[in-house]
């Protein structure tokens, strides 16, 4: 459990900030606002959701992100660490991360985090959340302006009061421009499978690519119908969420 107070005491408050735009457009508020879970497509793509979950953050907030995780989870499939987290161009000084023993735990505490003012964000691996618990969080989260990404289990179905979910699983990489043998840029499938800021986007589907040079995630196309492009030598600048051209 997180001790309000002292979580206040090692970061400081982070200011609102929340999308005026009337139509909500991709990534629909994602680690800007609200609260979205980030669900495996399969057993085994939790790492997958972990990256996707790390390239959002580079369009957060300034500010602390809190990163809670449940034990059972991370003796099945390892942990998220600083290192990792610099690989995705964010800096390991912002992150708090808590690890608990249940997924009520994990919960309460992603409640008090959104509720204390002092994070810019909450990440939380939980195994499960019932509607009641996700309702909660969209009305901390609604209050204080401190949106959460829920990264849950395959097995993740039924109803959620969250804004939206996201089903990730892996895609091929981009053939590395230097070396054959070695992979290149992390690219992930996103399917938008609720959304109720933009109800008629479910079912969606998102070929996402995170650049390694620009640091910033951005749409592909054609990751399905045929195989992954090479990267151009001289790629143009990439805003985040753009879409390739």
Known sequence: MINKRGLQSLVRPASGLRDDAATPAFPFGLAREGVHEIAEAAYGDAGAAAGFALSALKTARPGIWLWIRERALVMDQGRVTGLGAAAFGLDPARFVF????SSMEALMATEEGIRSGAVSTVITEARSASFTATRRLIMASEAGGTPALLLLP???QGATAAHARW???PAPSTPNLFDARAPGSPRWTARLERCRTAPGQAGRQFDLEFDDETLCLRLVSGLVDGPAAARPARP????PFRKAG
Do not use: E, M, Q
């Open 98 to 101: 808590v690890d608990v023993g």
């Open 154 to 156: 395959h097995n993740r």
């Open 167 to 169: 089903r990730i699983s």
């Open 236 to 239: 143009a600048d990439i805003l």
